[in-house]
Every structure is written in C-alpha cells, then in structure tokens.
C-alpha cells in the first residue's frame, strides 16, 4: 500500500507543480512584487532581455549562459515550497505520500532547470532530438516572443487550463532558427 500511496502523491505533484510553475512564473517572476523585487528582476529584466524569440534566443556570448538557470538556492526553496501543502495531507494519507510528492518535485524542477538549459543553449543532446522537446521549445520560444503566454516549460497543462496556451505566433516575426526549433510562424 505504501509504494501505491508513493506514486499518488508523484501524480498529483506532477500536476500541481504544472500550476505552481504557472503561478510563480506569471505572477512572480513577470510583475515586481513590492517587497521582493529579486525574482522579477532575474527572470523579467534580465533573463528576458538576454533571450528573445529571435536568434537571441540562444546564447550568443559565453557571459549570458549565467542568465539561463535560476540561482542555486532556488531549487530548495520552490521544492519546500511545493511540498507544503503535501505535507499537511501527509498527516492523514500516508508519508509515502509525502515521498512520492517530494520525488517529484525534485523530477519536475530537474527537468524544467536541464530542458530550460537545452532551449537556450542547444547542443545536439539526445533528449534535444526527442519529439517532446521539440513541442516544448515551441512553445517556449513563443513565451519569449509573448511574454504573457506559454508559462510553463516542462508540463503545459497549466497553460491548456488557464487560458494562455498558444500554439502559433499571431503574426510573423524574426524566430529563432535551429534543429530543434519549430516553426511557429502563423
């Protein structure tokens, strides 16, 4: 019974942590929040103007690889963070549930960190050959061309159930080129 009670909360952390990149990405990391200004600053000001949906899209000099992945100690804190409300359920379900939820949100943010690293700096990886990743880097090189679109990077279902999956860009422009880059043009 534990080991089912482990990949419950795996599923359901899977989903929810679609949501919670969701939230923090739009929420967060694309508006200032009055009293902590650090995450919009990192992603918004800087990631954003380093990287566009143009051929800045990958990197370009050595110097702007820093601007890919969030800072070291922002795993732990959005790990914990997304576990909290595990944690209370934990209590009355199973603590297998708990592990199974800590498990992956340990996966999804591995994954979102390596996939995001690929996006911008592609280098003929396997994983960057799959049909998957393909799909995903579409749809996030339409997030740097519309900034209030596409949130997510890993799972987009967040996108899909909150009304800001886009698929195709709404007019044409200079996209970034590539194996592994779609055309997104309309």
């Not at 800072?71 to 209370?88: K, Q, R, T, Y």
């Not at 911008?120 to 994983?127: D, E, I, N, S, T």
Request: aromatic share 18%.
């Amino acid at each position: 019974m534990s080991f089912v009670w482990f990949l419950v909360g795996f599923a359901a952390m899977v989903v929810f942590a679609s949501f919670f990149e969701w939230t923090l990405h739009r929420f967060v990391l694309h508006r200032p929040l009055c009293f902590f200004r650090y995450p919009f600053n990192a992603h918004a000001m800087v990631h954003h103007r380093a990287f566009r949906a143009d051929r800045t899209y990958h990197v370009q000099n050595r110097t702007d690889e820093a601007n890919i992945p969030m800072a070291w100690w922002n795993g732990p804190v959005l790990i914990l963070a997304g576990c909290l409300p595990f944690s209370g359920l934990a209590a009355f379900i199973s603590w297998w549930f708990l592990l199974g939820a800590f498990a992956a949100a340990c996966a999804y943010y591995a994954t979102y960190e390596y996939l995001h690293w690929c996006m911008h700096k592609p280098q003929h990886r396997l994983v960057e050959g799959s049909g998957i990743f393909f799909v995903l880097n579409g749809h996030h090189l339409l997030h740097h061309r519309y900034m209030h679109k596409n949130f997510n990077v890993v799972l987009p279902l967040a996108d899909l159930c909150l009304n800001t999956l886009l698929v195709r860009s709404k007019v044409c422009f200079a996209q970034a080129r590539g194996d592994y880059v779609p055309d997104v043009q309309p």
